[in-house]
């Protein structure tokens, strides 16, 4: 029988444009902020490729395209190449470049699944509103008795890789609302703690994207929003997620109820990579720069005014988030998910790629602890920002007044992760207490 591939209502998904639109735009404003200009183009350094498993590549690689002061993309640090692949959407073929849109999707993500895989959807909206795992686990076991696990299991190879992305994100619901998230579905020892039909499901998405550790925050955010609205016009997704008010498509609270802390935290998650945008241009401005280069100061300079509108944007979220309903489920799954290092947003490891340090020193094993939860090609782009901004690290050993503004943005950054945890310590506050702004 054939099965129509899931895809995104055409009523509610905007078709944005990934090319770097607002590379001269500069940042948007944030209270008690200056407002960076972009970054300065910069000379080409060598490229960090790597090559992507199936399913992740979804075309051709693209020419090079040029942008502000005439840098190929192609050229940048740390950019990977896709292979072809036939089973991928062809609509998205675009190389993926984190000066573009960041770490956000390249498009908007699926909103409604169709076919067959209306199923799983209706199961993580259902899932998400569990009062306690174990009505979330009677939902899988439900399904499994019903033989829906194991047809969604047939169908996993004919998703495209937006429509697998989509399916990884209710997968992902799923997986922390039954208390599942620390596994891995592929070990004989989960069988004995998870079903085994939606492992079965759980490891072939997995397979489908390329990305075992995807129960994640950079899964449960950043493919789990939606404008309210539809736009009047095309618009880059950083802008869109910028400037739309945005909604869960998978909400951690009833329909008809405001939403809970959980599903504000996750879109404050996908604002701040939105905002960050300008944080990943100024990370391959610095990236192959000496640390002698007058222009090395002023990017440095530049880098620490974002960091204090990333912060402003986040402390400008905590009063809705403080006000908004938590239920014991949803500060349970905060807590698994922050018991296995899953909260991390993306931006704040690209700052970390730059400058070294972040709440604390990192070792390199908690680095690639967090970096796991990320897809392949994001993990390549941070390990190529690892080596190539490894000269601006060697100021933190210098004097003098470059070294001074390279101490103030690791202070930023430090002052930024701070604000992060107090928002998730809020979300996760079972009590009424008033919220206090990290130093």
Known sequence: MKTTTAEPMTTADPVTAAGPTEATAGPPAASGSGTPAGPAPTAPVPAARRAMGSGQGEGAAQPAVQEGGGQAL?????????EADGAADPAAAAAHDPCAHGFLPERPPVRSLIGTWTRLDAMARAAAVAPDREAAVALVERARHAGELAALRQRVSRLSLRNAEAAAMRIAVIAVSCGWCGIDPQAPAAREVADEAFLDLWAAIAHRIDHDQFVALPTLALHNWAPERKPRRHIPIDQLARTETLVPIVRWAPEGQPLSRLDR??????????????????????AGRSPDDRSTPTALRRLVRVQHALRAQL???????????????QRAVLGALAGQGALEPPVLQAADAVLGIGARRIREGRRQLLRRHLPAQHRAWLSAMDRHCAPVRTLAHRGGPDAAVYREAQESLIALRRTYTSLVQAAARPTTAPLTRAA
């Not at 905590?318 to 014991?328: F, N």
């Open 74 to 82: 192609t050229s940048r640090p740390g950019r990977v190449e896709p």
């Open 265 to 286: 935290l996750m879109l404050a998650a996908t604002r701040l990579e939105a905002h960050g945008i300008w944080l990943f241009r100024l990370a391959e401005t610095l």
């Open 315 to 329: 402390q400008a979220e905590a009063a809705e988030l403080w006000a908004a309903p938590a239920t014991p489920q």
